[in-house]
């Protein structure tokens, strides 16, 4: 480790800071950093080169190669050694995580999003659930989107339980947050002068067309409403058409993750990925 050690034996204004950044979604968006545990999430967030703040870890046992290993090559800037109780009280986990680490935020801008003849990206319109937003991102990075857009009062981004339902995909997909669709349209201006045939598709179990009649091998912004309201009308008005996931049964809905996963595989399949 290149950086000093800062070692806490009690639950002092360090270790309440830490504590503070794993609950608290204000606290997380003041400092810049938020809270990742997890062989896999803590994995690729060193690997695809985010910025890791702070490593949090427990000499009270020791340390598997793996933890070892991230210690050696994360660069984190600090470094805070615990006692396992005081780590096991920290971690989100029945089983007390070997490494915690607090990552900094990147800037909520919409150049982050690689733009290409193909893209394809993913609106969100308020998804209240990190649970459901999380499984979004993980099915992202499993069907080939380009980025996604959280927009208006939604499910934090930066929530534990979204970093861990993603297992480790949050950091290979590029997700941007807006405070609401007015932020967005120049953006898609800006896209559809690049590619002359790129799609805004809204999506509403109203629609008229299947999700299998439409063309999404073109350049394609999807746009998913939240779980309880669906797509609010500012976004219906901006989508140059709108489908429906076909569906049979009692059920009148899917959940959002679901529905955005059958979304995307479709898009993916049309696209022969």
Known sequence: MKSSVEKIFTENADFQTLETLRRNRVKRNRSGEFFVEGVRAVTQAVEKGWEIQALVYSRGKRLSDWAEGILQKANAKKYYELPLRLMEKLSDKEDASELIALVGMPADDLSRIPLRENMLAIVLDRPTSPGNL?????SCDALGVDGVIVTGHAADLYDPETIRATTGSFFSVQSVRLPSHKELVPWLDGLKRRFSKLQVVGTSAKAQISIT???????????????TNGLSEAYQALADGMVAIPMTGYASS??????ASILL???SRQRGL
């Open 134 to 138: 999380g499984a979004i991102i993980r």
């Open 254 to 259: 899917l959940n959002i993750a679901c529905a």
């Open 213 to 227: 009649e439409h063309d999404f091998t073109l350049p394609t912004v999807l746009l998913v409403g939240n779980e």
């Open 265 to 267: 595989y479709e898009a």
